[in-house]
């Protein structure tokens, strides 16, 4: 199993930056296509972003999309988010998850971290 751990939340004034972080253990995180999800309060739980193993491919939802930046240093077992021009309506509670290589879903979860835009 790999177990997950984030980072990097905290209040920010909007138009500010933040930059999560998700680090691995128990695994390496290179065997893994890993995502960014997030959830507000009273919302579904939405993909923000997804990064394969290889970096050929790179996801994000409109939403954040030319804000948001995911990528991945495997030798240091860690996915990032890169969070720009943040807005209120990105507050939310950040969770990373790991895509099982041979399930293909997103088998293993971070515990979260909460990120507070104020306006």
């Known amino acids: 199993q790999v177990q997950l751990v984030e980072s990097g939340g905290g209040l920010v004034q909007a138009g500010g930056s933040l930059r999560l972080s998700c680090t691995a253990s128990?695994?390496?995180?290179?065997?893994?296509?890993m995502g960014w999800f997030r959830q507000a309060p009273g919302k579904e739980r939405e993909l923000v972003a997804r990064?394969?193993?290889?970096?050929?491919?790179?996801y994000y939802a409109d939403s954040v999309k030319g804000r948001f930046t995911i990528s991945r240093d495997n030798a240091k077992n860690t996915v990032y988010l890169q969070m720009n021009s943040l807005k209120p309506e990105d507050t939310a509670v950040y969770c990373c998850?790991?895509?099982?290589?041979?399930?293909?879903?997103?088998?293993?979860w971070g515990q979260g971290t909460q990120v507070t835009v104020s306006s």
């Open positions: 998850a790991a895509e099982g290589p041979v399930t293909y879903t997103y088998d293993y």
């Open positions: 990064i394969t193993r290889s970096d050929a491919s790179t």
């Open positions: 128990g695994r390496p995180i290179s065997w893994y296509v």
